[in-house]
């Protein structure tokens, strides 16, 4: 479980350059969805060998609210959802009263609270900050969101407190259940592990409140990721759409496997596709569920027709295993766990050297790499690095001139081969005479 940071602060401070300074080497590298819109306020972060989870409160407001309940919610979720927060000041003007009650909030929680002074772009400008230690927190780092300056400094701050990854593989199974409000996520969660379940233990997480539920069935360990809505608590905030977004993605994070929840007589609508491009981007393998089945008028392969209509809409859950149920009746509940079991087997599935390149040479028999300008393609060799998903390294002679259509021809062509329908896997490419990691 990696560490939470939050950026909170009053409008016009620079959060959202900062969030997007910290996060954007990482932005380059994401592939983009097509019809996937994000929010900006959730990335996860890679710094060296470690990642933490960054919130740019900012973005999450109530409507038509004042300040005053913006900032208060904002203060809140920063402290129930981060282990870390950066408390972000201006720079280049005294403190404000706003900034004031930011800081009489953040106090109290007795969470590790920094100040992150912007706008600091130059050395004339960093003497101001002293002022901010009246604000009673005993760092501050002074940064130019905009220039960048400052920037590793706050990095190097939360390093340190991002726990090591255990080494020991753990086979639980993470799960969550991910969809909109009133789709169904509690009554299936309890249909899912209400009458057999034997609970292990309700785990309160670093963060206040939430709450995973450990348990076993038929011999296998789960864990079941909390998101908002599941465990209602009646918070205003919990009503907010990009809060309820937010809870998902970091329980998408968290998850092996995603249960996607969708009402079946209302269909999808563009939230589900925000939330769901980020469990793909994440290459995390998702489960739709439509529940509430009992509710719709069936005649001959409704079903089938069902899942070919949401297939075309989605096409990035083209392969994805659908499952009609409904929490009521708990029909098709039972067939939750063996899809779940499944397609983690899947996820964690390993392959030998030789395996992986028996598959390679019969993908390159069947479709021969496209030249590019006269220059010709070499695929030497392959081999499995890591799971979770399957990821796949390939040695080849140039990798800038392979062809984008070359790899979906290859990755498809693997899936099948062996049997990884319903994951995404990972490829990567390294030219053979390369020294360093790319
Ligand atoms: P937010 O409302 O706190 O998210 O603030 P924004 O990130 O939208 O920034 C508000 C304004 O401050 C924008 O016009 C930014 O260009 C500007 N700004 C942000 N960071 C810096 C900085 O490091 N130096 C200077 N001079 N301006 C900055
Ligand atoms: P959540 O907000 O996604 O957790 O949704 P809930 O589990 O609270 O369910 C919202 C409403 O839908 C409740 O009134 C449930 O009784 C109802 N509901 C949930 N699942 C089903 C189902 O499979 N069939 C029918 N007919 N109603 C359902």
């Not at 939230?271 to 005649?299: C, F, M, Y």
């Not at 695929?379 to 998903?389: C, F, R, S």
Request: proline share 3%; glycine share 6%.
């Amino acid at each position: 479980m990696s560490l939470t940071v939050s950026i909170i602060g009053r409008p016009n401070v620079g959060k959202s350059t900062l969030f997007n300074r910290i996060t954007q080497s990482k932005r380059a590298i994401v592939e983009d969805f097509a019809g996937v819109t994000r929010d900006r306020l959730y990335e996860k972060v890679t710094y060296q060998d470690k990642s933490f989870r960054l919130i740019d409160t900012g973005g999450i407001t109530l409507e038509n609210a004042d300040f005053n309940s913006d900032i208060k919610m904002q203060a809140e979720i920063a402290i129930d959802e981060s282990d870390v927060i950066l408390f972000v000041v201006d720079g280049r003007s005294a403190i404000t009263l706003e900034d004031e009650q930011v800081a009489n909030i953040l106090r109290k929680s007795g969470k590790d609270v920094i100040i992150v002074c912007n706008k600091v772009d130059n050395n004339h400008i960093a003497d101001n900050i002293y002022e901010y230690y009246a604000l009673g927190f005993e760092t501050i780092i002074p940064v130019s969101a905009e220039h960048g300056s400052g920037v590793y400094d706050v990095l190097d701050y939360i390093y340190p407190k991002v726990p090591d990854e255990p080494e020991e593989e753990d086979s639980t199974i993470n799960f969550c259940l991910i969809g909109r409000p009133n789709v169904g996520k509690s009554s299936l969660f309890n249909a899912i592990v209400g009458d057999e379940r034997s609970i292990v233990s309700d785990i309160e997480g670093t963060t206040r409140d939430a709450i995973d539920t450990e348990f076993t069935y038929d011999g296998v360990e789960y864990k079941m990721i909390d998101t908002a809505g599941i465990r209602k608590r009646g918070k205003v905030y919990e009503k907010v759409e990009k809060y309820s977004v937010l809870r998902a993605l970091k329980a998408i994070d968290s998850s092996d496997v995603v249960l996607w929840v969708v009402d079946a007589e209302r269909g999808i609508v563009e939230q589900d596709k925000r939330v769901l491009g980020h469990a793909l981007e994440d290459r995390k393998p998702v489960i739709v569920l439509i529940n509430k089945w009992d509710t719709v008028k069936k005649e001959t392969n409704t079903q089938k027709l069902y899942e070919q209509q949401m297939k075309a809409k989605m096409p990035f859950i083209a392969d994805s295993h659908f499952i009609f149920c409904s929490a009521v009746t708990k029909r098709g509940v039972k067939n939750i766990y063996p899809a779940i079991n499944d397609i983690y087997a899947k996820y964690t599935r390993e392959f030998t050297t030789s395996q992986v390149n028996n598959v390679l040479n019969d993908a390159l028999m069947s479709k021969v790499p496209p030249s590019y300008k006269g220059k010709p393609i070499r695929i030497y060799y392959a081999t499995q690095i890591a799971t979770k998903p399957p990821r796949f390294l390939f040695f080849v002679n140039n990798k800038e001139i392979l062809h984008f259509s070359y790899k979906r021809y290859l990755e498809n062509y693997f899936k099948h081969a062996f049997g990884l329908e319903g994951i995404k896997l990972k490829f990567q490419f390294k030219n053979r005479d390369e020294k360093d990691e790319m």
